[in-house]
């Protein structure tokens, strides 16, 4: 039996005020002051979407990952 599951999730948060934040290979927005809204749409079976912060000056950065994963229950 064929079963697929779209799912879209929106990505709120914060970051260093004037920072650059990039999610799933998307530049995202960065507000003043360091808030962040992205919506992103998982299809299939298996979704991983990488994230990564960097520092307004460039020095500093850090990388997360959220992974989307059915399954069978």
């Known amino acids: 039996m064929g079963f697929e599951v779209a799912a879209e999730i929106t990505l709120r948060g914060r970051t260093e005020p004037g920072g650059r934040l990039k999610v799933g290979g998307d530049m995202v927005e960065v507000g003043a002051d360091g808030s962040f809204e992205h919506t992103v ?29 059915p399954a069978s229950i």
Request: net charge positive; charged share 25%.
């Open 41 to 69: 749409v998982f299809s299939g079976s298996r979704g991983e979407l990488p994230i990564e912060a960097v520092s307004p000056d460039g020095s500093r950065s850090r990388r997360t990952a959220l992974v989307l994963q």
